[in-house]
């Protein structure tokens, strides 16, 4: 079993940045991948940022070039930089994680909620226009 604990998120003016943590803890020795997902009311749960332990990370197309995700492995928390927000950006964001190891065929789907194994309770991140 893994826990995920995300943390950071709040309320912040369209042009402003956050950074959210996500805490993993118990087996994550199992886990390769993980990433960030974010739903907003009334809309399907949608992935924003992935990143594999050895390096590979992958980005929405509505987020690149404004949102970073990193990993820490030692203090095993991933982290998602979020810059030059946008009221669209505002939404629930979770954690998830993948357990076993990833194919090159998982890249196409890693936005896909049903990929992954555990998730976190989420944290409200709000911009205002």
């Known amino acids: 079993q893994v826990e995920l604990v995300e943390s950071g998120g709040g309320s912040v003016q369209a042009g402003g940045s956050l950074r959210l943590s996500c805490a993993a803890s118990?087996?994550?020795?199992?886990?390769?991948?993980m990433a960030w997902f974010r739903q907003a009311p009334g809309k399907e749960r949608e992935g924003v940022a992935g990143?594999?332990?050895?390096?590979?990370?992958t980005y929405a197309d509505s987020v690149k070039g404004r949102f970073t995700i990193s990993k820490d492995n030692a203090k095993n928390t991933l982290y998602l930089e979020m810059n030059s927000v946008i009221p669209e950006d505002t939404a629930m964001y979770y954690c998830?994680?993948?357990?076993?190891?990833?194919?090159?065929?998982?890249?196409?789907?890693?936005?896909?909620?049903?990929?992954?194994?555990?998730w976190g309770r989420g944290t409200q991140v709000t911009v205002a226009s």
């Open positions: 998830a994680a993948r357990e076993g190891l990833v194919s090159p065929v998982f890249y196409r789907f890693w936005g896909a909620p049903d990929k992954y194994n555990y």
């Open positions: 118990g087996n994550t020795y199992r886990v390769y991948w």
């Open positions: 990143s594999h332990n050895d390096g590979p990370i």
